[in-house]
């Protein structure tokens, strides 16, 4: 406990860091989903290849792909940008399932009453499909950010500034108060997230708090998402 | 591009394949880390899945434990392990075990759920017992879902198992923390390329699992 009183500086630091890497990776991956799973909704075939394609992301584990990247993007072992990129792909091979059956939770009746209304194509997206995918996208992004923000401490054996270094500096000193600091951070960090993303979700959308949830899965044949999500990527 | 040729080069040597240190010892490391770690957790995990998942009880707790522990950043758990037992396996291997239940434990459940109650029903009315309703009708029916969760469990391991080397242990993240001290680029991008061969291997063996595993003539469950 003395240790993380005198350092809070230290802490403070990692944790900035931390966010740094972790805020644009989850904001890039929910804004790329969209597009990709509009596409794919539209393209039956594309479905398939970006399935196949968010399951090979999946499997292939943290720090290997921290180690690959540098080769294709040019960037240093221990840039907060390679590991921001890495951390968009597994966003994106969470978020982009999902974001495609958020859309395809909207049942196609209301949209063609929206364009009978008078709705472009454009204008429909924003005011009735986007909002109505909503809390199936919320479910997504929740995922993603959680373990997106886990993630980024595996960065801290290369050397990226993290909350993850001081589980490698804690390690190395002998500091368990060090590695403890760390993992609570970490997951106080996720949670704290997380819980603002549900207020967002209930300002936002507040007919999908109110009364049962909209596009609740039947239970029969939908494979539970933390099942699903709890895979590689660590 | 000339690194990733040496890291090819690195790759094919082949002195690398023999003795202690060699890649198949590596290798053969990496796969034990994480039956071993699979296993264990299957051992808790799944029986206490398909118990969540059959009664309905304690349910709430399953998905809010698995919610958990997706936070829980793996380093830290191998590192914090590491100082309180020790070097040696169990410390990787505590931290392997706590990683990998959520998985299992989500699969067992809604392998159980994933089951029409109709169907449940009917078992129990042609006089099944409640053991005979979970071994013979829904296992065999949520079996997808439970091969689900030890592809999750089994990819979690693998790569927690990398981290495992950083702590003193072997395994193929031997090599890319041996390159990291070493300013050996091309030695960390080769352990980067086997370890990623590997995720996929066995990702796909289990795959493949899955579909042999899939209840012929019954609605696919995952």
């Given at each position: 406990m003395s240790w993380v009183l005198g350092n809070l500086d230290v802490i403070g630091g990692h944790a900035g860091a931390h966010l740094l890497q972790a805020l644009p990776a989850i904001v890039l991956a929910f804004v790329l989903a969209l597009p990709v799973a509009k596409l794919a909704g539209r393209l039956?075939?594309?479905?398939?290849?970006?399935?196949?394609?968010?399951?090979?992301?999946?499997?292939?584990?943290?720090?290997?792909?921290?180690?690959?990247?540098?080769?294709?993007?040019?960037?240093?072992?221990?840039s907060m940008v390679n590991v921001i990129v890495a951390l968009t792909l597994y966003g994106l091979a969470l978020?982009?399932?999902?974001?495609?059956?958020?859309?395809?939770?909207?049942?196609?009746?209301?949209l063609r009453a929206a364009t009978a209304q008078g709705y472009g194509p454009v204008a429909r997206f924003w005011a009735v499909e986007l909002p109505l995918a909503g809390p199936v996208l919320l479910a997504g992004l929740r995922v993603v950010v959680v373990s997106t923000v886990s993630?980024?401490?595996?960065?801290?054996v290369l050397g990226v500034p993290s909350l993850g270094m001081l589980f490698v500096d804690g390690f190395q000193r002998g500091i368990t108060a060090e590695i403890l600091a760390g993992i609570v951070l970490t997951a106080a960090i996720a949670l704290a997230l997380d819980g603002l993303l549900v207020l967002a979700g209930r300002a936002l959308m507040p007919w999908a708090s109110?009364?049962?949830a909209p596009a609740e899965p039947s239970p029969a044949g939908a494979p539970d998402p933390a099942a699903a999500a709890a895979g590689g990527a660590a | 591009m000339n690194q990733l040729l040496a890291a090819l080069d690195w790759l094919l040597d082949p002195a690398r394949y023999s003795g202690p240190g060699g890649i198949p010892m590596r290798l053969a490391e990496h796969l034990g880390y994480t039956a071993l770690g699979v296993v264990l957790a299957a051992v808790v995990a799944i029986p206490l899945g398909l118990l969540v998942g059959h009664t309905g009880r304690g349910r709430g707790l399953a998905v809010a434990a698995s919610g958990a522990a997706r936070?829980?950043?793996t380093l830290g758990l191998v590192t914090l392990f590491a100082l309180l037992v020790g070097i040696g396996l169990l410390a990787p291997t505590l931290a392997f075990v706590i990683l990998?239940?959520?998985?299992?434990?989500?699969?067992a459940y809604s392998a159980c759920e994933a089951v029409d109650p109709r169907t449940v029903d009917a078992a129990r009315a042609q006089g099944m017992t409640e053991m005979q309703v979970l071994t013979r009708v829904e296992l065999p029916l949520g079996m997808p879902l439970v091969i689900t969760g030890i592809r999750a469990a089994t990819l979690q391991?693998?790569?927690?198992?990398?981290?495992?080397?950083?702590?003193?242990?072997?395994?193929?993240?031997?090599?890319?923390?041996?390159?990291?001290?070493?300013?050996?680029?091309?030695?960390?991008?080769?352990?980067?390329l086997l370890v990623i061969a590997l995720a996929l291997v066995l990702d796909g063996a289990l795959l493949l699992v899955q579909a042999l595993t899939r209840p012929r003539g019954a609605v696919p469950a995952g």
């Open positions: 039956g075939v594309l479905r398939g290849g970006i399935s196949t394609a968010a399951a090979l992301m999946y499997a292939i584990p943290s720090l290997p792909l921290f180690i690959v990247l540098p080769i294709v993007l040019g960037t240093s072992i221990r978020m982009v399932p999902a974001a495609i059956d958020a859309f395809r939770s909207v049942d196609g009746d209301v993630l980024v401490t595996v960065g801290g109110a009364g049962k | 936070a829980l950043p990998a239940i959520p998985s299992l434990l989500a699969g391991v693998i790569s927690t198992a990398m981290l495992a080397a950083y702590v003193g242990n072997g395994g193929l993240g031997r090599f890319i923390f041996l390159g990291l001290k070493t300013q050996d680029y091309p030695q960390m991008l080769a352990g980067s």
